[in-house]
């Protein structure tokens, strides 16, 4: 088990605030209730119902830090454990759509216009299974942490000297994951095999609602469980169910066809498992972050000849780093079928090569491939945040999420939905030190959340938002800390420390990222670097 460095009491906290809620769909731009508490209201704050989605690394220390801020805590998290990404599971997932769907779908059912505080209902879920339900996460058998575990910690526990300091495998990883949840109370206020639906407040009405489905843990059935929908109301949301859910497959010309035709060649690296599945093959993978590079280093010695396909403007890694049997190749413009393809020879021999030519964007042409994979990266979505969803020409100032799913709007510091601060987000920033980073955004919430913080004027976040947005974008990058991880959370610790200064709460200070700590960091960047051939280790992206 972890050692704990911290303690896991529940901490004094002080003026809370009730805020007015409004539908998230025509809600005004105002100013709130969870700003500038006075100094002088020391009252002992009542306990807010706070539902957690999700018990991977983000909901895990989300729901640690609020239960020891004494705030009443419901996890929800679809799989049987905690754990998210980090979960092996030697299944794999169904495919997704090729290519990806991004247009926004359109609401499920709304809820009623009242609600106890949770009602049942047993029901039946067309088409929906047990895999289908909780699919197999991407965890691959050789997949190892790309970061040291001196840096990749959080306040709460440290990590067992028996794993050490170096990267480790993710059996470990989940270890520690599991190890939180159990010593300091998540799992017991964790519902497993539970699935959030939906997330709304309806307009005039003061809490969330949630909307789940848990699965009947009598029912036998694999292929057609039984589940019972549930609806519960809280007064603040954190969303921590990441985003390594959906895969993005991108648009190319002839992929849907070859799809069709081979499905068991061409896969998403969700589905990668063991390097094995492609000895003796050509194998071509797209994308040009870790996880191809890692999947490349994977494969060589086993599979014939493997092909990276990367965009222009991706980084060219050291072949040191790929391997010898690696070679790299531009983007594939569209994809061929030699000849016509008949039913009958839809299903090749493991050792036949696919009917294919695959069209570069430098104009070459590659044939004599048996397998692609598509390491590309996933979509930004909240299934359950659909009536926040709108296309990316229609965002305004209470939007939330894009119909392109590449962009979460509105939020003071990738944590805090302006319009409706109780709305909060654990894990969107990418490009850090995940569990260090992530860490910080839990404390921030839960010291907003117990009234131990205030959050700035509404047009103090919203000038900080705006300005960001100018300068970033809303694009696939615009949550990106690359290079900026340090000052993010150092921000996030002033902030919260002259807030507890302000407020006069005792024993509150937290501690930024330690000289050690950045120390390490920067000499695991100039590493990194190095060994991918960049030359300045603020283009890495870990």
Known sequence: MPTSIAQSKP?????????????????????????????????????????????????????????????????????????????????????????????????????????????????????????????????????????????????????????????????????????????????????????????????????????????????????????????????????????????????????????????????????????????????????????????????????????????????????????????QISEIDHIVLKNQVSADETVLEQNNVLPVQLHLKDGRVLDGVHAIIFATGYQLTYPYLRSFEVPPDQVTRTSLVESTKSTVHNLYKDTFYIPDPTLTFVGTPFDIVTFACFDYQAQAIAQVLSGAAALPSHDTMRAEYETRLTAKTASRQFHSLRGSEIEYVQGLVDWLNSEADRLGVKGQHIEGYSKEWIEGYWILQKRVSAALGLQDPAQLET
């Open 11 to 327: 901490i004094e906290v002080v003026n809370p605030n009730v805020i007015p809620f409004a539908n998230p769909t025509s809600v005004s731009d105002t100013s709130h209730c969870l700003t500038s508490a006075s100094v002088d209201d020391k009252t002992s704050p009542a306990q807010k119902s706070v539902a957690v989605i999700g018990a991977g690394v983000s909901g895990v220390l989300a729901a640690a830090h609020l239960l020891r801020r004494n705030q009443r805590v419901t996890v929800f998290e679809r799989s049987s454990s905690a754990g998210g990404i980090w979960r092996y599971i030697e299944d794999q997932p169904e495919d997704p759509e090729y290519p990806v769907t991004l247009a926004a779908e359109s609401s499920s059912e709304v809820f009623p216009d009242r609600l106890s505080s949770r009602t049942t209902t047993l029901r039946t879920e067309k088409g929906l299974t047990r895999k289908t339900f909780a699919p197999p996460g991407p965890c691959y058998a050789g997949l190892r942490s790309n970061i040291p575990t001196y840096l990749m910690r959080s306040s709460l526990s440290a990590w067992p000297e028996s794993a050490g300091r170096d990267v480790v495998p993710h059996h470990l990883v989940n270890n520690y994951i599991q190890g939180l949840a159990q010593d300091f109370g998540v799992n017991s206020v964790t519902e497993f095999n539970t699935r959030v639906e939906e997330v709304i407040k309806p307009e005039g009405q003061s809490q969330w609602q949630v909307r789940t489905l848990r699965i009947d843990n009598k029912s036998t059935k694999d292929t057609e469980p039984t589940f019972f929908e549930e609806q519960h109301l809280f007064d603040a949301v954190v969303i921590a169910s990441g985003h390594y859910d959906i895969p993005f497959i991108p648009k190319i010309p002839g992929l849907s066809t070859l799809k069709k035709q081979f499905p068991e060649r061409v896969t998403h690296s969700k589905q990668y498992r063991h390097p094995e599945t492609f000895a003796g093959q050509n194998v071509v993978v797209v994308g040009g972050r870790v996880s191809a590079v890692d999947i490349c280093r994977e494969l060589d010695g086993i599979s014939a000849k493997t092909y990276q396909s990367v965009r222009e403007s991706t980084e060219t890694f050291n072949f040191n780093i790929l391997g010898d049997q690696t070679k």
